[in-house]
């Protein structure tokens, strides 16, 4: 088995699923404090990429 096999199925697991969940759980509370913290305002500037 090479390395892209024994990847693709680790992230077929359980495990794996449980591990993402937990890590977007995450990431969504941040954003939701953050947005809070903000008093519900998303300022979202762009950047000029030269």
Request: glycine share 4%; charged share 30%; hydrophobic share 40%.
């Amino acid at each position: 088995m090479n390395c892209e096999e024994a990847l693709s199925q680790y992230l077929d697991t359980y495990e794996a699923d449980e591990i993402f969940n937990n890590y977007f759980t995450a990431i969504r509370k941040a954003f939701i404090a953050g947005f809070k913290a903000a008093d519900g305002e998303i300022q979202i500037e762009q950047k000029e990429h030269l």
